[in-house]
C-alpha cells in the first residue's frame, strides 16, 4: 500500500498488508483529519491492535444537501444534493447513506445513490411534526476523502379533515349506511386510522349519545363507513373523530338524519 501527497505527489508511506507477521482490515482503514486508522490482527496470538499513520492525507470531495424550507407531518419530502469530486470530474453513480432523525432520537437509515454527475434527489415521509435532520454520508474511495452533509427541516402538524355522507331521512329499524375519508394535509390517510363514532339522538324523551362500535376506521387509504339502525324516531347526529398522532391534527365531522317512525300497515 502506497500513500502520496496530494500537493507534491511524492510518497509519504510504502508499507505490505502482512508486515510483522500480522493481516490488515481493509474495511477498518478510516481517516480522523490528517491520520489514517486501520484495524491489524496478529496472525500467531490473534490480537487486534491500532495502526496509525500521521497526516496520510487524501483529496477532499463535497458533499451538499438541501431540504424543503417548510411542510407538515404529513408531507412526502423531496431532498436534493450532489457529490462533487476534487478534480471536478463526474463521479458517476455513487452509493450514498442517509439518515434520518426526528427531534434527534428517532432515526432510520436508507440507502441513495448518485447520477452519473454527482446528483442525487431522495423522498421521504417522516410521518411526524417536530424537527427533522438528514445526514448523507458517501463513503469515499482510495483515491478520494469520503465527505458527509446535513440539511434539517422544521414540520409542524398537518391540517386534517372528515368528509361525511349518508342520508338525511331514514325510518325506525331501517339500516342507515354512512361513507367517508379521512384527510391529512389535503391528501387521503396512508394507513388504517382509528376513529371514534358515535350518535346523538334528540327527542320527546331527551337526548341521549351512544357510542358505535370503535372497529370502524378509515383503511389504509383513509376510507370508511359504517352501519347504524335507528331504534326510535327523533333528530340525530352522527359524530366521526380523529384524534390525531405525529403527524397530524385531530378533527371531527358531523351528520344529521331525519329519523321518523315506520307507516303503519
Known amino acids: 500500500m502506497t500513500l502520496y501527497d496530494r500537493a507534491t505527489t511524492t510518497s509519504v508511506y510504502t508499507g505490505t498488508l502482512t508486515d510483522h507477521g500480522a493481516s490488515m482490515d481493509l474495511q477498518s482503514?478510516?481517516?480522523?483529519?490528517?491520520?489514517?486508522?486501520?484495524?491489524?490482527?496478529?496472525?500467531?496470538?490473534?490480537?487486534?491492535?491500532?495502526?496509525?499513520?500521521?497526516?496520510?492525507?487524501l483529496p477532499e470531495s463535497t458533499l451538499t444537501l438541501t431540504a424543503p424550507s417548510t411542510g407538515t407531518g404529513a408531507d412526502i419530502l423531496t431532498l436534493t444534493g450532489r457529490?462533487?469530486?476534487?478534480?471536478?470530474?463526474?463521479?458517476?453513480?455513487?452509493?450514498l447513506s442517509v439518515t434520518r432523525y426526528v427531534n434527534d432520537s428517532a432515526k432510520l437509515t436508507f440507502g441513495a445513490t448518485t447520477a452519473e454527475d454527482g446528483t442525487f434527489t431522495f423522498k421521504d415521509r417522516p410521518g411526524s411534526a417536530g424537527v427533522?435532520?438528514?445526514?448523507?454520508?458517501?463513503?469515499?474511495?482510495p483515491t478520494v476523502h469520503w465527505s458527509t452533509a446535513s440539511a434539517t427541516v422544521t414540520l409542524v402538524k398537518a391540517e386534517s379533515s372528515i368528509t361525511l355522507s349518508g342520508p338525511e331521512t331514514g325510518t325506525v329499524g331501517t339500516q342507515l349506511k354512512f361513507t367517508g375519508v379521512l384527510s391529512l394535509g389535503g391528501q387521503r390517510a396512508v394507513f388504517a386510522a382509528p376513529l371514534k363514532i358515535s350518535r346523538k339522538v334528540t327527542n320527546s324523551n331527551g337526548t341521549v349519545v351512544t357510542a358505535l362500535p370503535s372497529a370502524n376506521g378509515a383503511s389504509i387509504d383513509g376510507s370508511f363507513r359504517f352501519t347504524d339502525t335507528p331504534p326510535e324516531a327523533g333528530e340525530y347526529t352522527y359524530l366521526v373523530q380523529w384524534d390525531g398522532n405525529?403527524?397530524?391534527l385531530p378533527t371531527t365531522a358531523t351528520f344529521d338524519v331525519t329519523v321518523g317512525e315506520a307507516p303503519q300497515e
Not at 478510516?30 to 492525507?57: I, M, N, P, Q, Y
Not at 457529490?83 to 452509493?95: K, M, Y
Not at 427533522?132 to 458517501?138: C, S
Open 246 to 248: 405525529q403527524a397530524s
Open 29 to 57: 482503514l478510516t481517516f480522523s483529519g490528517d491520520d489514517l486508522f486501520a484495524v491489524w490482527k496478529d496472525l500467531a496470538t490473534h490480537h487486534l491492535h491500532l495502526w496509525r499513520l500521521e497526516t496520510g492525507t
Open 83 to 95: 457529490l462533487t469530486l476534487p478534480d471536478g470530474s463526474a463521479p458517476g453513480e455513487q452509493p
Open 132 to 141: 427533522i435532520r438528514y445526514d448523507v454520508i458517501w463513503n469515499g474511495s
